[in-house]
T-cell receptor, first 112, second 114 residues
Framework: SQQGEEDPQALSIQEGENATMNCSYK?????LQWYRQNSGRGLVHLIL?????REKHSGRLRVTLDTSKKSSSLLITASRAADTASYFC????????????FGKGTKLSVIP | NAGVTQTPKFRVLKTGQSMTLLCAQD?????MYWYRQDPGMGLRLIHY???????AKGEVPDGYNVSRLKKQNFLLGLESAAPSQTSVYFC?????????????FGDGTRLSIL
C-alpha cells in the first residue's frame, strides 16, 4: 500500500523558476525522505527530515514537514535543466520499522 | 567508488524460466533491499535483509526468493518467471539505525518476461 503520495504528478517550469512538490502520508512516521531519480538511473537520496523537525535546507532544496497535516513539501529554488527528474517522498512505518514506503513520484521538467 | 552494483542491467526471459539478479555493495552496509518499479506504481519493496544470513518479506514477495550469504551481496531469484514480473528491479543498501539512514540505490535491472 502507498504511504506517501506526491502532488502534482507532473510539473513543467522554466529554468530559473522555483519548483514545489508536495507529499501526503497516512500514518505516523519517524522521518520522511526525498529522493531524485534521473531517467534510466537509480534513486538518489536528497534530504531526510525527522518528525520533530519542521524545516530543513540543503543547498537549493528546502523541505518542510507538517505532522499535524501529515504532509511535506520539497522546494527547489532557481531550478536548472539538470534538475529535470522524478522526485519521490519516502516514509517509514513508525518506531522499529526497517522499511520505507515510496510514493508514485512527481515528474519535474525544467525547460532551458 | 562503485557503491551498489546490479547485474545484469537488462534481461529478457520466457515465461517459466528462472534467473537470479545479483546486487553487490562495497559500503559495508548492514541493510539491503530489493524493490520493483512499475509505471504509475512507484517503488514497492519485495524483500529485505537486516544482516548477513537474514531475509524478510516486504510488500510484494510472492514469486521471488532472496538470499544473503555474504554481507556485501543480496540475490533476488525468480524461480518461474511470469509476465507480471516484467519490471525494473532496484537494489538498495543502508547502514545504521533502521530507516534513519538514507538508502543507496543501484541503477536497476530491466527485466522483460515474454
Amino acid at each position: 500500500s502507498q504511504q506517501g503520495e506526491e502532488d502534482p504528478q507532473a510539473l513543467s517550469i522554466q529554468e530559473g523558476e522555483n519548483a514545489t512538490m508536495n507529499c501526503s502520508y497516512k500514518t505516523s512516521i519517524n522521518n520522511l525522505q526525498w529522493y531524485r531519480q534521473n531517467s534510466g538511473r537509480g534513486l538518489v537520496h536528497l534530504i531526510l527530515i525527522r518528525s520533530n523537525e519542521r524545516e530543513k535546507h540543503s543547498g537549493r532544496l528546502r523541505v518542510t514537514l507538517d505532522t499535524s497535516k501529515k504532509s511535506s513539501s520539497l522546494l527547489i529554488t532557481a531550478s536548472r535543466a539538470a534538475d529535470t527528474a522524478s522526485y519521490f517522498c519516502a516514509t517509514d512505518a513508525g518506531a522499529g520499522s526497517y522499511q520505507l514506503t515510496f510514493g508514485k513520484g512527481t515528474k519535474l521538467s525544467v525547460i532551458p | 567508488n562503485a557503491g551498489v552494483t546490479q547485474t545484469p542491467k537488462f534481461r529478457v526471459l520466457k515465461t517459466g524460466q528462472s534467473m537470479t539478479l545479483l546486487c553487490a555493495q562495497d559500503m559495508n552496509h548492514e541493510y539491503m533491499y530489493w524493490y520493483r518499479q512499475d509505471p504509475g506504481m512507484g517503488l514497492r519493496l519485495i524483500h529485505y535483509s537486516v544482516g548477513e544470513g537474514t531475509t524478510a518479506k516486504g510488500e510484494v514477495p510472492d514469486g521471488y526468493n532472496v538470499s544473503r550469504l555474504k554481507k556485501q551481496n543480496f540475490l533476488l531469484g525468480l524461480e518461474s518467471a511470469a509476465p507480471s514480473q516484467t519490471s525494473v528491479y532496484f537494489c538498495a543498501s543502508s547502514s545504521g539505525d533502521r530507516v534513519y539512514q538514507p538508502q543507496h540505490f543501484g541503477d536497476g535491472t530491466r527485466l522483460s518476461i515474454l
